[in-house]
């Protein structure tokens, strides 16, 4: 069975500071996607990798595939009130059609 | 742009009543699917399709029924609604399979009493 762990489950910081939250797994993934879920409202796509080592920015935030696409990070610097929400990681399942979902990132940015 | 539109936002149902979440999308997409998400346990596939006409079961599909009789439409039926589908319920649609896009709705949350 094929599984994403996503670390921490939650996490609260202040505005200002820079964090680092992770998405692991022992399976080979063709790639990989992060969502931001605000309350209320469902998922939105933030980015998509798909190469080994691939680092995509947006804004203050930076996404990395790792070299063996097993895994990936979402770094944020100088963390805003606006950030906070949960992340998802999601990859590619057994099935085209089927993803794999992390359970998530609970991130609280205190004003 | 509307996207992908869900009804009803909220539903309270008794024990064994049944019911029918709609789902909508405008953006011609041949894959729809709907998820439901619990605390701690992130989105579980219930059902998905591929095209009209073509549905297929996800990770959690027992108590729950899906049609698919035209590309913008994929409802999802509460045959005898438990407590334990106490839970929101996200319909999606993308152009395809993985490394595309998936656009979520709203939501609907369902509280079974």
Request: proline share 7%; no cysteine; net charge negative.
């Given at each position: 069975t094929q599984l994403l762990e996503q670390s921490p489950q939650f996490l609260s910081i202040q505005e200002g500071e820079n964090l680092t939250v992770y998405c692991n797994s022992s399976s080979v993934f063709s790639s990989l996607q992060w969502y931001r879920q605000e309350p209320g409202e469902g998922p939105v796509l933030l980015v998509t990798v798909v190469t080994g080592g691939e680092v995509k920015k947006l804004k203050r935030l930076t996404f990395q595939f790792g070299d063996a696409r097993k895994d990936s990070s979402l770094h944020i610097t100088a963390?805003?009130?606006?950030?906070?929400g949960l992340y998802l990681c999601a990859a590619d399942g057994d099935s085209n059609y089927q993803l794999i979902w992390g359970a998530g990132t609970k991130l609280i940015i205190k004003p | 742009n509307a996207g992908v539109t869900q009804t009803p936002k909220f539903q309270v149902l008794k024990t064994g009543q049944s019911m029918t979440l709609q789902c909508a999308q405008d953006?011609?997409?041949?894959y729809m699917s709907w998820y439901r998400q619990d605390p701690g346990m992130g989105l579980r596939l219930i059902h998905y399709s591929v095209g009209a006409g073509i549905t297929d079961q996800g990770e959690v599909p027992n108590g729950y029924n899906v049609s698919r009789s035209t590309t913008e439409d994929f409802p999802l039926r509460l045959l005898s609604a438990a407590p334990s589908q106490t839970s929101v319920y996200f319909c999606a649609s993308s152009?395809?399979?993985?490394?595309n896009t998936i656009y979520f709705g709203e939501g609907s949350w369902l509280t079974v009493v």
């Open positions: 963390a805003q009130p606006g950030d906070t | 953006m011609n997409h041949e152009r395809g399979g993985s490394g």
